[in-house]
C-alpha cells in the first residue's frame, strides 16, 4: 500500500520559513515518480506548488518562485518543501503527490498558518 506522510507544517509569521517532508512508504520508489507539492485553501481548489521530475527538473507556481525550493533525497525516499518570506496567501493545507502514470498518490495534507 502507498503511504505518502507529510509532516513539518505549523504556525509561523510572515516573513518567517517552514520545511516540509514528505516521506513515502517503501512500496514506492519516488526515484521512479514526478514528486509534487500542492495545497487548499479554505474555499479554494487545490492547486499546484511546486514540482521535481525523475531527473530532478524542479518546477513551481509563479505565486512562490523564489520563495520556495523543493528537493528529493531518492535514498530516503522524501521530498521537501523550503518555504521562505511565507505570506498570509501560503496560508492552507500543503499536500505531497506522487505520479507515474496512470497512478497517482496524495498524503493526508499538513496545515501551514501564516499569521501576523
Known amino acids: 500500500q502507498v503511504q505518502l506522510v507529510e509532516s513539518g507544517g505549523g504556525l509561523v509569521q510572515i516573513g518567517g520559513s517552514l520545511r516540509l517532508s514528505c516521506a513515502a512508504s517503501r512500496s514506492i520508489a519516488i526515484s521512479n515518480y514526478y514528486m509534487g507539492w500542492y495545497r487548499q485553501a479554505p474555499g479554494k481548489q487545490r492547486e499546484f506548488v511546486a514540482g521535481i521530475s525523475k531527473g530532478g527538473i524542479e518546477n513551481y507556481a509563479d505565486s512562490v518562485k523564489g520563495r520556495f525550493t523543493i528537493s528529493k533525497n531518492n535514498a530516503k525516499n522524501t521530498v521537501d518543501l523550503q518555504m521562505n518570506s511565507l505570506k498570509p496567501e501560503d496560508t492552507a493545507v500543503y499536500y505531497c503527490?506522487?505520479?507515474?502514470?496512470?497512478?497517482?498518490?496524495w498524503g493526508q495534507g499538513t496545515q501551514v498558518t501564516v499569521s501576523s
Open positions: 503527490n506522487a505520479i507515474l502514470f496512470p497512478g497517482s498518490f
